[in-house]
């Protein structure tokens, strides 16, 4: 895909004058916070290939130690393709790993690299495809988080997270998913960037929604998170809108069209019967929705003479 092409996929998804903001907000809100993973922190193409391997279809977090151990008893791609295959694969049953067939395919991927390529991992997609059980995700992960040179993830999460994020793969018939995945991800940044929209649909943007809670950094444009529609190929069916906070942020923004300002209490008082200022349900509940609001560039905060009002900006 040319830069002309990308451009053209991007803005047919994104308004062109809100690329570089989205771009800027996704990155910014991975590096301020992010899930500590030890394979985040290595960019050694063995090790991102095992933890690749071994988190097909198993929770990350159960993950790490098995990680950790078998880096611990075959730490070098050598060390690997030097071991019994048979110890290999009862290493794998016994932590669990799901199909023995992976650790068959990891060991011959070892063997390659020791004999077919000096040691040397190969460095693009292309190349690393070419290794036993290595698919084109798998492919392209190692080339992103090792080399810095993949293309754009497409997983499960970043499905989800583009489907809902923009109306132009919401409404598709058949999305073009890698075309505008890759047309977002900023050119030569593919380990930060893909590290950072899949721990979107990770945290954030999961079958159960969690914008305000994880503080997405998408939902001013956010298709979802603006109809309430969140749905996705995965999400057959719509969280509840009843008593989420999207529906609150919603009476909040039409109350306060119709008024030039509200004080806190009479806000509150206005949006939920069971609004009680020290309660569960009281001003601190309703300070973050209006600060959730207030970083979204929709409502202006005012604090003086020991009242809080709100306003739209």
């Keep these: 895909m040319t830069d002309e092409e990308a451009s053209q996929a991007a803005t047919a998804a994104v308004p062109a004058d809100d690329l570089a903001s989205i771009r800027d907000a996704l990155l910014s809100w991975y590096e301020a916070d992010h ?3 030890p394979w985040r922190e290595t960019d050694d193409p063995y090790e991102i290939l095992v933890s690749e391997v071994m988190s097909q279809q198993t929770q990350l977090g159960r993950v ?19 071991a019994d295959r048979a110890d ?9 790993l799901g199909y023995n067939n992976r650790a068959k395919y990891l060991h011959e ?32 992960a190692v080339a992103s988080f090792a080399f810095n040179n993949g293309d754009a993830v497409v997983d499960t999460n970043v499905k989800r997270v583009l489907y809902r994020a923009f ?20 050119a030569g940044e593919s380990r930060i960037w893909n590290n950072a929209i899949m721990e979107l649909g990770g945290v954030a943007c999961g079958k159960k929604p ?15 998170y603006q109809t309430g529609d969140f749905t996705a190929p995965d999400v057959p069916t719509q969280p509840s809108f009843e008593g989420s906070r999207r529906q609150f942020r919603g009476r909040i923004v039409r109350l ?8 806190l209490d009479t806000l509150g008082h206005r949006i939920r019967v069971d ?12 300070r973050n929705l209006l600060s959730d609001l207030s970083d979204d560039g929709l409502v202006q905060i005012e604090e003086g003479n020991d009242q809080i009002t709100a306003r739209l900006q």
Aim: net charge negative; aromatic share 12%; glycine share 6%.
């Design 35 to 37: 899930r500590e993973f």
């Design 64 to 82: 790490v130690d098995a990680w950790e151990d078998f880096l611990d008893r075959w730490p070098t791609a050598a060390d690997l393709a030097a």
């Design 88 to 96: 290999v694969v009862a290493f794998w049953s016994d932590h669990s």
């Design 109 to 140: 991927a070892a063997r390659q690299v020791s004999e077919e390529y000096d040691g040397e991992f190969p460095r693009t997609p292309e190349e690393l495809s070419e290794l036993m059980g290595v698919g084109p995700y798998t492919a392209n």
């Design 167 to 186: 109306a132009e793969i919401h409404n598709a018939d058949d999305p073009d998913y890698e075309t505008v995945a890759n047309a977002l991800m900023p």
């Design 210 to 224: 969690r914008c305000d809670e994880a503080g997405c950094p998408w939902r001013e444009w956010c298709h979802a």
């Design 256 to 263: 306060l069209g119709e008024h030039d300002e509200m004080d």
């Design 275 to 286: 609004y009680t200022p020290d309660g569960e349900h009281g001003r601190e509940w309703l």
